[in-house]
């Protein structure tokens, strides 16, 4: 399980153009938030995009990357619906959500199936967990996400 003050688990995934995007790659030179959402399209997840692209410009030295098991093909079509100015990471086969931790099971409408809880976490440029945020709310988290960048 990952912790606040634990290295980050390094991923390999390929993004919304097929490229593989390496988490280490980063290292040392930008903080990283890495945010996973349970769907593209969708209602919720769509407004978390959105705010994380309406201050874009906020996020100085600074590196954006969303996860979902969503296709690249998929991610590509969302970020070009919303003009999004930062990476998308499919996980089609669950190993970075596994890495994280954000692969559970949830209840909805009583029902229970396994899926990504929305989670965001912040990792400075050694490498490093600073702040975990589980079971996120999407209003408001995107203010929650600069004022802790601000402390690192």
């Not at 153009?17 to 930008?30: C, E, R």
């Not at 996860?67 to 930062?86: A, C, G, M, Q, W």
Request: proline content about 3%.
């Amino acid at each position: 399980m990952v912790k606040e003050g634990n290295k980050a688990p390094d991923f390999s995934g390929k993004n919304q153009d097929g490229k593989s995007v390496k988490l280490s790659s980063f290292k040392t030179k930008k903080n990283v938030v890495l945010y996973f959402y349970p769907k593209d399209m969708t209602p919720g997840c769509t407004t978390e995009a959105c705010d994380f692209r309406d201050q874009f410009k906020k996020f100085k030295n600074t590196i954006i990357l969303g996860v979902s098991v969503d296709s690249t093909e998929r991610h590509r079509k969302f970020i070009d619906k919303y003009d999004l100015p930062f990476e998308l990471i499919a996980d089609e086969n669950k190993k970075i959500c596994e890495k994280y931790g954000v692969w559970q099971e949830k209840k909805l409408y009583g029902k229970t199936f396994m899926g990504i809880v929305r989670s965001t976490f912040i990792i400075d440029k050694t490498g490093t967990v600073q702040k975990i945020f589980s079971k996120v709310r999407v209003k408001g988290h995107v203010d929650e996400v600069l004022e802790t960048l601000k402390k690192i």
